[in-house]
């Protein structure tokens, strides 16, 4: 077994201001992906990662950067945090494209 | 195209009897499709799954379909309790890893 862990658990920003949301996996996946779940919505693909310093954008990129440091990281920048913005991010990670195991969320609000 | 449709968006059911989720996919390499339950404030978990070579699968009280011909998988929740109120997401499998339904809001009442 495995787990993913993601920091901070809930963040509180102001507008325009630039966020960093971290994320850890210990299973040794290769990929690795950040989500955005408005609430009761969808999960919308923001980046994954195939491999360490690999970056591939999702639906939902503009606006985000993303950083994969080493095979267990991954890191997701909001570059410039919109006022109201109110949104659950969620890490996962798997082998290529089968099983995801997601991590327990960030939680975004923008002041 | 990769999109994944999900059906129904809300489904009420009552307690003791099933309740039938139903996703479409475009992408025809797609050959994994899992099936997650979130529930609030939760992360979203794998409940069961089936493969291309498959076409049914049980575990529990959950089946899944699938007709690869009509790109076309289900969720059934036989005998549905309580605890099965949840949102339940599709996915299948494409070149970006999974793409997700939109998601259904199961409710169980009494």
């Known amino acids: 077994g495995g787990i993913i862990t993601q920091t901070p658990k809930f963040l509180i920003g102001q507008e325009g201001q630039k966020l960093t949301l971290k994320c850890q996996q210990n299973?040794?996946?290769?990929?690795m992906y950040w989500y955005r779940q408005d609430s009761g919505k969808g999960l919308r693909l923001i980046y994954y990662?195939?491999?360490?310093?690999?970056?591939q954008k999702g639906d939902l990129s503009e606006g985000y950067d993303a950083s994969r440091e080493k095979k267990s990281s991954f890191s997701l920048t909001v570059t410039s945090a919109q006022k109201n913005e109110m949104a659950v991010f969620l890490c996962?990670?798997?082998?290529?494209?089968?099983?995801?195991?997601f991590g327990p969320g960030t939680r975004l609000l923008v002041l | 195209g990769e999109q994944v449709e999900q059906l129904p968006s809300i489904l009420r059911v009552q307690e003791g009897s099933s309740a039938s989720i139903n996703c479409t996919y475009e992408?025809?390499?797609?050959?994994?499709f899992p099936w997650y339950k979130q529930e609030p404030g939760e992360n979203p978990k794998l409940i069961i799954d089936?493969?291309?070579?498959?076409e049914r699968k049980q575990t529990q009280g959950l089946i899944v379909l699938l007709d690869k011909k009509a790109k076309r998988f289900s969720l059934h929740i036989t005998d549905t309790q309580p605890g099965d109120s949840a949102m339940y997401f599709c996915?299948?499998?494409?070149?970006?890893?999974?793409?997700f339904g939109l998601g259904t809001r199961v409710s169980v009442f009494p």
């Open positions: 996962a990670s798997s082998i290529r494209e089968d099983t995801q195991y």
């Open positions: 990662s195939i491999t360490e310093n690999d970056l």
């Open positions: 996915a299948a499998s494409g070149a970006q890893g999974l793409t």
């Open positions: 089936i493969r291309s070579n498959m």
């Open positions: 992408n025809s390499a797609s050959n994994y």
């Open positions: 299973f040794n996946h290769d990929t």
